[in-house]
């Protein structure tokens, strides 16, 4: 069992410059999560998905984010254009019909 | 609005003695309760979670408490060890959401030698 899959690990950018994170759900699981984690704001749920569609996206910050889940084993989150203030740890985790989620390892990054 | 609160920033206990980590919620539609371990550069581990029509489950060094008419939850570790050192996330879930989970701000735990 591989577990939540997410690339890269690390990303440094500049302002303006397109951002794609990539995820790879544990196998089978049904619900995909993306999370943003800031020291002001801790663990916020951006937006997830319900068998690759998109349920609750409210916690999106602004039209700059988009996120999509085109098959079962594969999502996106991605940030165009990005800025500064967009540094943060990005999770993604997968849940299946039990309602524990398990993250990845998340991907750091940091938009100068 | 914070639905999910960790008052205690942080905690320090000594090897050996038990730890007790908090955290109170204010909506009354959470029925599914989950504790989560961070430490740092990993993704938050799932440790233990509890139902609402439980007021106790326990898993190993691990006991989850939940007090529904306090809208309180506290995780216990007896005994306590170093490779406990984290940050303790609370979460819950309920309502129209399914699934959805709301965190808490965490409580980094130290446990000294």
């Known amino acids: 069992d591989a577990g939540v899959i997410q690339s890269p690990r690390h990303e440094v950018t500049e302002m303006g410059q397109e951002v794609t994170l990539r995820c790879k759900p544990i196998?089978?699981?049904?619900?995909l999560f993306w999370y943003r984690q800031t020291m002001m704001r801790g663990l916020e749920l951006l937006i997830y998905f319900n068998n690759n569609v998109p349920i609750d996206d409210s916690g999106m910050p602004e039209d700059r984010f988009s996120a999509k889940m085109p098959n079962a084993s594969f999502s996106t989150l991605k940030i165009q254009p990005s800025e500064p203030r967009d540094s943060a740890v990005y999770f993604c985790a997968s849940m299946s019909g039990v309602r524990t989620q398990y993250f990845g390892p998340g991907t750091r990054l940091l938009v100068l | 609005d914070q639905q999910v609160k960790q008052n205690s920033p942080s905690l320090s206990v000594q090897e050996g003695r038990i730890s007790i980590l908090n955290c109170d919620y204010t909506n009354s539609m959470f029925d599914y309760f989950l504790w989560y371990k961070k430490y740092p550069a990993e993704g938050p581990t799932f440790l233990i979670s509890?139902?609402?029509?439980?007021d106790k489950n326990e898993d190993g060094r691990f006991t989850v408490f939940l007090n529904k008419s306090a809208k309180h939850l506290s995780l216990h570790i007896v005994p306590s060890q170093p490779g406990d050192s984290a940050v303790y996330f609370c979460a819950a879930a309920g309502g129209t959401s399914y699934g959805k989970l709301t965190f808490g701000q965490g409580t980094i735990l130290t446990v000294h030698p």
């Open positions: 509890i139902s609402s029509i439980k």
């Open positions: 196998s089978g699981h049904n619900s």
